[in-house]
């Protein structure tokens, strides 16, 4: 029995107390939900500092029972409990099994592409929808692109390229940390260097995989007029804007016949070709030497705990600001350009998967009729982009061309 709109799966964590006081502050009374993780204390601490007090769920990530009574008890979850490779499949099973929507702000390729492989067409069959990625990873670039594509659709046009300029300043989570260093720590983990990685089967060619392949040099980008670099988090957002456009392109809808997306780093127009190579070497030596277990190790000794993450004040100070070019199959060009204040991993994220479970709760006859693995694309097309403008996001697109 679906008694809950929204169960806020992990509400103790660092991201998962905000997406609390997010829904406290903007869905109050409104929508039945609650706050659910494995610590009843740590949990009623929570509850009672909430100007809406709400019920309390109780489930350890690993155990089955407790976590299908979670899922039995609501319409949709949103789950910030991670790592997910650690914690996430029993959820997302007892998800697909009972056809619940499930959000998350999981950045875990190999292991979203692991979830496909064993329950994408079992959601399909059960209509769950399940949706990785909601958080900076890769709403940003995977809604952006989506609104380009839309917009030339509008025009008749198909699309024949995006790329995405991103600039941001934020903190770093604990709980980030440790994803990471447990993504590296998989056997399987140089997966993610497959830039069709979430791509169905008989969506991959080697052709558009060699053309796809992850930017290690700066570039002379043509619209833009100035040098980019490498952007660290265009392994993982890639992929998601991809399997956006393979899906897309199953479901009739396709965003155009050789659609080929790519992302930078963009740190300004005074960016000569030595710094950018710098940030470039930066980018990708980080990439590299993450691989080897004992610098993650280091790394993970240096940064914050799980549960921990950067101060209100650097949350505040943060930014992000996405502009991306996409061009039509006849030439046309169109610019968009999603920002917002705030630390991207934790503000700008707790209201994009926040807006995005909303999405699901609220807006379910508003949205794409599909189940399955979802990106955010796919799951909310320009549904998410209005939520997240009228929260204050600010979404332009078209924009002014720059
Ligand atoms: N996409 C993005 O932009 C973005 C941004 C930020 C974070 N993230 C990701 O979001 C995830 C959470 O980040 P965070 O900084 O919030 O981490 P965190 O503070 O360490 O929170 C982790 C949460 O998982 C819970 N947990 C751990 N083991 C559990 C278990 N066995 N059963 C049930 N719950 C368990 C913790 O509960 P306790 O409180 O009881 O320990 C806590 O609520 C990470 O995977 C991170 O990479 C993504």
Sequence with gaps: MSGHDVVLYGATGFTGHQTAYYFDAHVGDKLNWAIAGRDRGRLEAIQASLRHPVPVIVADAHDDAAIDALVESTKVVLSTVGPYARYGECLLR???TRGTDYVDICGETVWIKR????????AVQSGARIVPCCGFDSVPSDIGTWLLVDHFRALGKRTRSVKAFFRARG??????????????SSPDHNQIDDPLLLNPPDERTA???????????PVLDADLGHWVAPFFMGPINTRVVRRSAALAKLAQQTYGDEFHYQEYMNLGPNLSLLSSTIAATGTVLFGAVARVPAITKFIESLAPAPGEGPSEQ???EGFFECVLV????DGATAWARLADDGDPGNRATVKMVCEAALALAIDRE???????ILTPATAFDGVLAVRLADAGMQIECPMAER
Excluded: F, K, W
């Excluded at 979830?115 to 079992?122: K, L």
């Excluded at 508003?366 to 399955?372: I, M």
């Design 94 to 96: 007892s998800c697909v």
């Design 115 to 122: 979830m496909i492989e064993r329950y994408h067409d079992r």
């Design 171 to 184: 903190g770093l989570n604990g709980g980030t940390v440790a994803s990471l260093a447990a993504a590296m």
């Design 207 to 217: 052709r558009e995989a060699i053309r796809s392949r992850d930017p290690i040099l």
């Design 314 to 316: 650097t949350m505040d």
């Design 326 to 329: 996409g061009q039509s199959e």
């Design 366 to 372: 508003r949205l794409p009729r599909q189940a399955g």
